[in-house]
Antibody, heavy 121, light 111 residues
Framework: QVQLVQSGAEVKKPGASLKVSCKPSGFTFTSYGFNWVRQAPGRGLEWMGWISAFNNNTNYAQEFHERLTMTTDRATNTAYMELRSLRFDDTAVYYC??????????????WGQGTLVTVSS | QSLLTQPPSASGTPGQRVTISCSGTASNIGSNTVNWYRHLPGAAPKLLIYNNDKRPSGVPDRFSGSKSGTSGSLTISGLQSEDESDYFCAAWDDSRTGFWVFGGGTKVTVL
């Protein structure tokens, strides 16, 4: 079964770092890239960036460029999204989605179930 | 704020046709294709239409898509009760270094 399984919900304090994992099953990890998208309460979807599991190229949204790092681990076939210096408005559901291996503009066809992140003091 | 504009809601009775619009700009829908997703609360979004009008394997043919200029649309023909859900559109935007933009979502209610 083709799916993406994300890590569980987290509660973080302002200023802390967050690392969410995305583990695919049912397809070859290095044949794809992974987009990360978030949705804050009452707001629309917001693209954060893309990483290729094929060549580790990345493309980050300008808004997150200074706080965001996306990585992949070929040993465990897992994609990671790390967001630093968390703020209250980073509270959101974070999704990973399977995309193109070479270009970030390729369609995301499979999405993970989402990871709820709450930033609270 | 979503960069693609969708109506917040749409509705129809079983068997009717419902069309959802998605309005963008020259740098996103005007230059690239539109994808459509269904999103049930708490679940993973599901791809319904890609490249404006293509259906992935397993998606019923009552779902169809089209694009004209800077707008796309999703049509559900022969509405069924299980089609009650949120639907959102997505397109690549060529501005800056490029990024994905999404619609705010349309809640479809089956009356």
């Amino acid at each position: 079964q083709v799916q993406l399984v994300q890590s569980g919900a987290e509660v973080k304090k302002p200023g802390a770092s967050l690392k969410v994992s995305c583990k695919p099953s049912g397809f070859t990890f290095t044949s794809y890239g992974f987009n990360w998208v978030r949705q804050a309460p009452g707001r629309g979807l917001e693209w954060m960036g893309w990483i290729s599991a094929f060549n580790n190229n990345t493309n980050y949204a300008q808004e997150f460029h200074e706080r965001l790092t996306m990585t992949t681990d070929r040993a465990t076939n897992t994609a990671y999204m790390e967001l630093r210096s968390l703020r209250f408005d980073d509270t959101a559901v974070y999704y990973c989605a399977r995309g193109g291996a070479i270009l970030p503009r390729d369609v995301s066809d499979i999405w993970g179930q989402g990871t709820l992140v709450t930033v609270s003091s | 704020q979503s960069l693609l504009t969708q109506p917040p809601s749409a509705s129809g009775t079983p068997g009717q046709r419902v069309t959802i619009s998605c309005s963008g700009t020259a740098s996103n829908i005007g230059s690239n294709t539109v994808n459509w997703y269904r999103h049930l609360p708490g679940a993973a979004p599901k791809l319904l239409i890609y490249n404006n009008d293509k259906r992935p394997s397993g998606v019923p043919d009552r779902f169809s898509g089209s694009k004209s200029g800077t707008s796309g649309s999703l049509t559900i023909s022969g509405l069924q009760s299980e089609d009650e859900s949120d639907y959102f559109c997505a397109a690549w935007d060529d501005s800056r270094t490029g990024f994905w933009v999404f619609g705010g979502g349309t809640k479809v209610t089956v009356l």
